[in-house]
């Protein structure tokens, strides 16, 4: 059985918003932004894709290398997906049997697969216009005061 509820939100990003949750908190480990080599078992057909969306995460400071295996995992699932597409392009959405039956095409069902694969991992890395709103890195505004002090004007004197 999963674990239920959202995933744990980091602690830099509860401190970047001011919440109290950051201090309870030790030992999240901390890695260097940089862009790891594509790995060498990344077909050719997805080494372009890793590349520029891993330059992407890294401009938005959260790329590092324990991400790369996850990273190229999308990589290969693009490459798995383009493969399969171009299969079913030559080979139609159906078949017909010996029988007459027109059944589907498992080349569908795979490339679906892939294709599913691939979106989950853009949702991880926030490569999709939806899941950009989930991922958030540093220079973020701090939030405002949660003591009395929010409900007087500080300005008034």
């Not at 989930?134 to 939030?143: I, L, N, Q």
């Amino acid at each position: 059985m999963g674990a239920r509820g959202p995933q744990p939100t980091p602690t830099a990003l509860l401190e970047a918003r001011g919440s109290w949750r950051a201090n309870g908190r030790e030992g999240e480990p901390q890695f260097p932004v940089e862009i790891p080599d594509c790995p060498s078992w990344v077909p050719e057909a997805g080494r372009d894709w890793y590349l520029a969306h891993a330059a992407q995460a890294a401009a938005a400071g959260y790329m590092s290398a324990p991400m790369q295996t996850a990273l190229a995992l999308g990589a290969l699932a693009l490459a798995d997906f383009l493969e399969l597409e171009r299969q079913v392009r030559e080979t139609g959405y159906t078949y017909t049997t010996d029988k007459g039956n027109i059944l589907a095409n498992p080349l569908v069902h795979l490339r679906n697969k892939a294709w599913a694969q691939l979106l989950t991992i853009c949702r991880e890395y926030g490569f999709t216009p939806a899941s950009k709103t989930s991922v958030k890195v540093g220079g973020m505004k701090v939030a405002k005061d949660q003591g009395k002090g929010r409900f007087f004007d500080a300005n008034v004197g």
